[in-house]
């Protein structure tokens, strides 16, 4: 297993990693650290199936690499099983005391090749797994623990504590074929991994020209946000829209999948289907749309290649249907209407139950969707809360949501955190807005029923805004798609 450990800052770049080799990797790392003279046992293990002649043919056909060749013709270092957890706690508690959180532990899947001589596959990797997790519950917080490389059916059945796990293959700043399907990986293989653990798409370049397509897949993804830029090679727009300034982000409530009418698409190869991953958040739901065409795993060259060099522009389209259980986070009686807010296209559109909007995307471009049932106000009026619109998971923002009416007024009630534009749908314009119980100027929008209004750095993290909006009768209509 290789590891990887982080430490966290209060900047917007919430996560500096490392990258260090551990008990299967590097012997010289291994003598180095001092740990063959502290009486941890080091074996040495040749691939249990022998010879690289003897490679399994589907090995050898679909991912045959000179990592394997190099271990089964000279083997590889490996901590004794019995002595595994005190390698991992010599390891885990010097990185603790060094101000490290966690760790991202590598390359977890060889142990099921190195098994003969160890009782087999299964009871290697049960006992790694055992001294690696009582490791990591005595050295750090948390269960900070970050598995990788880690599919394989003995490590999944072994890893009873660790609750994250890699969804895809690495992150390839320097491979442009790469990146459309990394997305896809993540979100076709959250479909199984998301039922027992919580799928991590990798860290990536905040400063790269595919960097807003990967970060608006993991604001919808569900998942931890850390990145593995250069040290002052970093665009802080773009962490803004994913990390509030207290270092937390807006992270929706379920490993984001792939929506239904995608489950049997293939949108990285057919030339016609949009990506389409949604999520949950406590008052609304949220919808990435990614246009991934034109690139996959070649099995001839056994690599990401670009196998169409010029991708059609795709037309899809998008409902409030696409996002599954909204009516859970709808007031009682909701008709089904909804709020579309589009992140990069800032519009507002008014959706009638069942209807749909069309979405064109050209290749590798992506836009993101806030789906807000609508509340009908007994007052007659609608009023839909967007969230901070300048954010990709604008809709994660609202943590409360209360409408009280005393005619001829109703009263919305919102908890908020975070800070910058905040959006929210009303059908008539709002008599009066409140943070805090200080009024604050806004801006209403009459053709498409966009309030908006600005909230500051707040002083305390997790702070909740407290934010009332007045709202009397409707005084005109809004066009409805």
Known sequence: MKQRWWSKTREPVTVHAGEQSAATGHLGLVARSGLLGSGIGLVTCNL??????????????????????SITMNGVGLVNPEKAFEFFNDLHSYLASSGIDGVKVDVQSILETLGTGHGGRVKLTRKYHQALEASISS???????????????????????TAVMRASDDFFPRDPASHTIHIASVAYNTIFIGEFM???????????????????????????????????????????????????????????????????????????????????????????????????????????????????TITGFIKARDVEYLPQVAEDGWTGDSILYSHLGGEVTYLARNASIPITLKHREYEVFTVVPVMALSSGSKFAPIGLIE??????????????????????????????????YSLTQPQRITVDSEDVVYEFKGESGLVTFALGVPKEEQYLWNILIELYEPKYNVAVV
Request: glycine share 10%; with cysteine.
């Open 48 to 69: 249990g199936f022998g010879l690289a002649a003897d490679l399994a043919l589907g090995v050898r056909s679909n991912d045959y690499s000179d990592v394997l060749q």
């Open 139 to 161: 050295n750090f917080r948390d269960n900070a623990i970050i598995a990788c490389m880690s599919h394989n059916t003995d490590t999944l059945y072994s890893a009873k504590n």
């Open 198 to 312: 919580q799928p991590d798409w990798d860290m990536f370049h905040s400063l790269h020209p595919m960097t807003e397509y990967h970060g608006a897949a993991r604001a919808v993804g569900g998942c931890a946000i850390y990145v593995s830029d250069k040290p002052g090679h970093h665009d802080f727009n773009l962490l803004k829209k994913l990390v509030l300034p207290d270092g937390s982000v807006l992270r929706a409530k379920y490993p984001g999948r792939p929506t239904r009418d995608c489950l049997f698409s293939d949108p990285v190869r057919d030339g016609k289907s949009l990506l389409k991953i949604w999520n949950l958040n406590d008052f609304t739901g949220v919808i990435g749309v990614f246009n991934c065409q034109g690139a996959g795993w070649c099995g001839v060259t056994k690599k990401m290649v670009n196998h169409d060099e010029q991708p059609a």
């Open 391 to 424: 954010m990709f998971n604008s809709g994660g923002a609202i943590k409360g949501l209360k409408c009280e009416s005393e005619d001829p007024v109703t009263t919305i009630n919102l908890k908020v955190r975070g800070c910058g534009l905040f959006g929210a």
